[in-house]
């Protein structure tokens, strides 16, 4: 059972550079999250999905985008990296709307300089 | 008052001992708690699921909910050096919202 997998694990990025964090799903989980962990400070949620073709900001979604061309993949893009997107970055899913368990991802490290 | 409230710690027990981890919360309105543990560089894994209040036992794990006192724990009996690492309070509505609000974590560390 793979769940929910995020690639890359670690990532050293340039100020300004742009990248895209993927994350993929095999439990065709219609809900998919994006969240962002810092240290002391709980997990953030950055973007949802509802299921294909359908996003949603969440708490702090400015200098991210999201895609849901599929129900298994969400894409996280960086534009233009800012050291303040330093972060570890997770993705999860869950099969209905957020009272159900949400299965997460290992994680990307990002780390901006 | 912040929505969910969670003593970060470190908490510091011998293998052995009774843990006790607790999250307050303010909005009356949410009825889905639950627990996840959280390995050093791994993602959250659930851990506890109730809904409303009351007691729910798996193992040598008890998750309770005391909605009176907006208050929710969890308690580990017999606690072994496996149970290391950081556990994250969460709660929802009844009918659900796409965000789930989380605690911050309290970080455990069970001594052998």
């Known amino acids: 059972n793979a769940g929910v997998t995020q690639t890359p694990k670690f990532r050293i990025l340039k100020i300004g550079q742009s990248m895209t964090l993927q994350c993929t799903q095999d439990?065709?989980?219609?809900?998919m999250y994006w969240y962002r962990q810092d240290p002391g400070m709980g997990l953030k949620l950055i973007y949802y999905?509802?299921?294909?073709?359908?996003?949603d900001k969440g708490e702090v979604p400015n200098g991210y985008n999201v895609s849901r061309s599929t129900t298994e993949d969400f894409p996280l893009r960086l534009e233009l990296a800012a050291p303040s997107q330093t972060s570890v970055y997770f993705c999860?899913?869950?099969?209905?709307?957020?009272?159900?368990?949400?299965?997460f991802g290992d994680g990307t490290r990002l780390s901006i300089l | 008052q912040k929505e969910v409230e969670q003593d970060p710690g470190p908490l510091s027990v011998p293998e052995g001992a009774i843990v006790s981890l607790n999250c307050t919360y303010s909005?009356?309105?949410?009825?889905?708690f639950m627990w996840y543990r959280q390995y050093s560089r791994k993602g959250p894994e659930l851990l506890m699921y109730?809904?409303?209040?009351g007691n729910k036992e798996d193992g040598r794990f008890t998750a309770q909910v005391d909605k009176s006192s907006k208050y929710i724990s969890l308690f580990i009996r017999d606690s072994q050096p496996s149970d290391s690492a950081t556990y994250l309070c969460?709660?929802?509505?009844?009918?659900?919202?796409?965000?789930?609000?989380f605690g911050k974590g309290t970080k455990l560390t069970v001594n052998p």
């Open positions: 999860a899913s869950s099969r209905f709307v957020g009272n159900q368990p949400q299965h």
């Open positions: 439990m065709n989980h219609n809900y």
């Open positions: 999905s509802v299921g294909a073709g359908i996003t």
């Open positions: 909005n009356s309105a949410f009825q889905y």
């Open positions: 109730t809904y409303s209040s």
């Open positions: 969460a709660m929802n509505f009844q009918g659900g919202s796409e965000k789930l609000v």
